[in-house]
């Protein structure tokens, strides 16, 4: 164990094979557990990196394991009634239904040194919570000085930053004061102050905040639903406790499997962050910062170098750099064809800033390039959001001739027309 981190890829999966087919799978775990209890301290001192706690993490799951790796053991769960460990070693939550918000609370506290250790005792008797190192989801108290995370309390109105609207749960209150300190623990060391900063406010707005919204009954959206989401981390950890119909069922056992569920949801959702949403956002800003390079290229087009995932990028970009980007171009490394994609109104929405002109929508190769007069035009989608050309310039020809027809439709007009 000491040298697994440095084996290459196709060992680090052999050797946990092998262990798995000699039953060894407790010794591997113990053996582990003593090299992952200073794992916060070794990471920093770069003898053993994040990406490389991941990777065997990844590996655990192919080859059979279950455990999550970066807990270094898997807690023991108490009830009130139960005899408590001495000192104060615990990390206290309610008892009966649990709920996605403290699960999670008690899984991000976990990735800290000092809380990695601790046991969790469900209850809400308040000398027993008293004796708790940290308390969340119970209690009646928000009082981060004392380790205090309850946000039940008729006067709380707590939220991640004043940007945002949503009333934290126990999971945000965590987040928001132990956020920082978790993320440097589960990414590569390699990141910048700056860096991290993003990815805390992405794991918010992409993890954290629905869990938020949906423990303190606040709707995603505004009007009639379309359909019902119910495959979400709150549904999945809502699932996990005792049904109604059955008997002699260990609820501190199911606690255990929603930890288990969330912890490794997160640690996946920081390490696609780190290692995919990271990088595709500094092609884009490089992008947005380089404006047209003495292109005279229109500045509401945003030409990538390369393609990366932009949407999630764009708008809080593009206000740091001063444009507005209506149309994105980007190459389609399948082919080499070139796409115009025109940015949406918000992340996620179908409805475009300004979609290619209708009179191009659903036509192809010739007859588009006809209609549009780009010689190379491949195609433009029946809704208008992308469209593309065999030519990097014929691809910018679509998007600059879609935004002229724009113009001069409401030259003259005021602003509020526009």
Known sequence: LRNFFSFPHNEKKLACAWCRRKGKVASLIRGLERLLVTAGGRIAAGRISASGLLTFYSLFKVTGFTTGVLMTTLPKIYSGNEQLPAGKNLIGTHSGTFHCDEVLACALLRYLPEFSECSIVRTRDPEILNECRIVVDVGGVYEASTTRFDHHQRDFDETINRNKRTKLSSAGLIYKHFGKKIIPILIADSTTISEQEALYDRIYDSFIEHIDGIDNGIEAFDGTKNYDVTTTLSSRVARLNPQWNERDIDSNERFLSALKLCESEFTAAVHHAASSWLPARTIVLSAL???????NLDQRILLLPTYAPWQSHIFPLEKICNRHIIFVIYEDS?????????????????????????????????????VAQVPSAIFVHASGFIGGAKSKLDAIKLATTALAMRDNKYKGKSTREV
């Open 289 to 295: 910062q380089a404006g047209d390079n003495g292109s």
């Open 334 to 370: 399948s082919d080499g064809s070139w796409r115009v994609q025109a940015v949406p109104v918000a992340e996620g929405s179908f409805t475009s800033r300004l979609p290619l002109p209708e009179t191009w929508r659903g036509l192809r190769d010739q007859q588009l390039a006809h």
